[in-house]
């Protein structure tokens, strides 16, 4: 089991940064890809970013390509997701995950509890 805690998040205007932590804690972390998605309300989850547990390979979305970094600390168990130039269209539940590194929302086991990201126009 790996139990996945979300922090960071909330609200900001559009064009401003936000910061999204998820720490993990139970099995090795580091035997995990992790990935970022979201969920704006009436739409599907999507995805937004991914990174392989060593860190080597990184992938995102085009829509956030450019404005998100994701990016892990395997010793402090921690995947981070740094927001810039948010637009409006980034407000969603946003979700960290861990599991098989990819795209697809079905490749990942555990899931962390979901934090709000609300950028105002």
């Known amino acids: 089991q790996v139990q996945l805690v979300q922090s960071g998040g909330g609200l900001v205007q559009a064009g401003g940064s936000l910061s999204l932590s998820c720490a993990a804690s139970g099995r090795t972390f580091s035997n995990y890809a992790m990935g970022w998605f979201r969920q704006a309300p009436g739409k599907e989850r999507e995805f937004v970013a991914a990174i392989s547990w060593s860190g080597g390979r990184i992938y995102y979305a085009d829509s956030v390509k450019g404005r998100f970094t994701i990016s892990r600390d395997n010793a402090k168990t921690t995947v981070y997701l740094q927001m810039n130039s948010l637009k409006p269209e980034d407000t969603a539940v946003y979700y960290c995950?861990?599991?098989?590194?990819?795209?697809?929302?079905?490749?990942?086991?555990?899931w962390g509890q979901g934090t709000q990201v609300t950028v105002s126009s």
């Open positions: 995950a861990a599991g098989s590194v990819g795209v697809v929302a079905t490749g990942y086991r555990y």
